[in-house]
């Protein structure tokens, strides 16, 4: 794949799983800019990928931030999410309504508000990574998998809606 003259935002790139992605698109060609809540740790990660790349802080939780920083960015190609889950990890009866609320928005509102704030500076492609514990029945998880249920089933409808 040749991915020359692109650029990828990874939101949640200083993670594993975002940095790999981000190695990948580097591979590819393409510019790269990787996100994390710590601009340091963002830089020092981007720095590994090398001249393609590069690092900045953003926070999935602050609609403002998000919206800022693609304002800065202007117009980029695709889009990845990858932003891991803050849910607790419990037998249902032992869930409060905080725990559910906390996972919900680590994940499910963190990746719909970035989203919304990317909307009209991506052009290409939207990628969202979750989890198959949204598909797998294993105990304990329900707290972890709802957030990752309900992203699933707003991805058909927002290709139908967001297709150019």
């Not at 905080?98 to 290409?124: E, I």
């Amino acid at each position: 794949m040749d991915l020359q003259k692109q650029t990828a935002v990874i939101v949640g790139g200083t993670g594993d799983i975002g940095h790999a992605t981000a190695k990948l698109f580097v591979k590819a060609g393409a510019r790269v800019i990787i996100t994390g809540r710590q601009r340091e740790r963002a830089a020092a990660r981007a720095q590994l990928l090398g001249p393609l790349a590069r690092g900045d802080a953003v926070s999935p939780a602050d609609e403002a931030d998000l919206r800022h920083f693609f304002g800065e960015i202007g117009t980029f190609d695709h889009l990845v999410l990858t932003l891991g889950t803050q849910s607790i990890t419990l037998p249902f009866a032992q869930l409060n309504d905080g725990h559910m609320r906390d996972a919900m928005d680590s994940k499910y509102m963190a990746y719909t508000r970035t989203l919304r704030a990317a909307l009209g500076h991506v052009q290409q492609s939207v990628t969202w990574l979750t989890s198959a514990a949204a598909r797998t029945a294993l105990p304990g998880l329900s707290n972890y998998a709802a957030p990752n249920g309900a992203l699933h089933a707003m991805m058909g409808p927002l290709a139908m809606e967001l297709a150019p």
